[in-house]
């Protein structure tokens, strides 16, 4: 492995890949979650977490994830060449730098469920989500903050017929492909954790279980968790049970 080869084991290598694969973002910036908590304490439980498939169907929005719709030209052939096969690996779990929520945002992730808004790190997410015991584990998680852009710029990057800058050995073109949007999304702050899958490995095939849409991973939930916001329209009553279920799954942190 390429920490063996240093004379480190993955394990002890882990921290450095984490750092490695933030981008545009300090490792220790807080960020922020809404999630329901039924599908929250399902994932502590079975120490996993969700994510979901990065495709325009699945998130409403045509903007995401162009690489499944752009086809490029062989220089050589005048061929077509896509990248959906390898754009279709790609799932994402959406934070956001903004400590406040906007409005809305309560009612539009909660679906009409009790939520809670979760807040943790980059660092912090990596490290969870990294295992040391998949050999390549540094090339399969990342996360990001989004690049905001004009609509001419966004168009202009998917439209350059040089595909190869979505291409390379540590698989993080690819993963920058879903860092970016239009600029009227600004507003979300959006920081982004992306896991790529290689569906040919054995770790993938032991570890990762896939339904429609989601992919979900081993995840270590201990020391990710930094605070927990019960959603404030549930009223004081809402949180003794939050801090008794998370209590019980182990998770261990100031809950408001």
């Not at 908590?37 to 969700?50: A, H, K, Q």
Request: glycine share 6%; proline share 7%.
């Amino acid at each position: 492995m390429a920490g063996e080869s240093q004379g480190l084991t993955n394990g002890q290598m882990l921290p450095l890949y984490a750092e490695r694969n933030i981008f545009g973002i300090p490792p220790d910036t807080p960020i922020f979650r809404i999630v329901e908590t039924s599908r929250l304490f399902e994932d502590i439980r079975d120490m996993r977490l969700s994510h979901t498939a990065v495709s325009p169907k699945k998130w409403q929005d045509p903007n995401e994830n162009p690489l499944l719709r752009v086809r490029y030209k062989d220089s050589v052939t005048g061929d077509d060449i896509s990248l959906a096969s390898l754009a279709n690996d790609l799932y994402g779990v959406c934070w956001s730098r903004s400590p406040k929520p906007a409005s809305g945002m309560w009612s539009y992730y909660s679906h009409g469920n009790l939520a809670v808004r979760l807040q943790t790190t980059p660092r912090k997410l990596l490290e969870g989500a990294m295992d040391a015991g998949n050999p390549f584990f540094m090339l399969q998680h990342f996360v990001g903050e989004m690049k905001y852009v004009s609509s001419l710029e966004f168009d202009e990057f998917f439209q350059d017929q040089d595909y190869s800058k979505h291409l390379d050995s540590l698989g993080q073109g690819l993963t920058l492909s879903t860092m970016r949007l239009p600029l009227h999304y600004s507003s979300e702050e959006e920081v982004r954790l992306v896991l790529s899958v290689d569906r040919n490995q054995d770790w993938t095939h032991r570890n990762v279980t896939f339904k429609v849409d989601y992919a979900s991973i081993p995840f270590n939930w201990a020391n990710v968790i930094d605070s927990v916001v019960v959603d404030p329209d549930r009223g004081p009553g809402a949180i003794p049970p939050a801090i008794a279920e998370l209590a019980a799954l182990g998770i261990n942190c100031p809950v408001i």
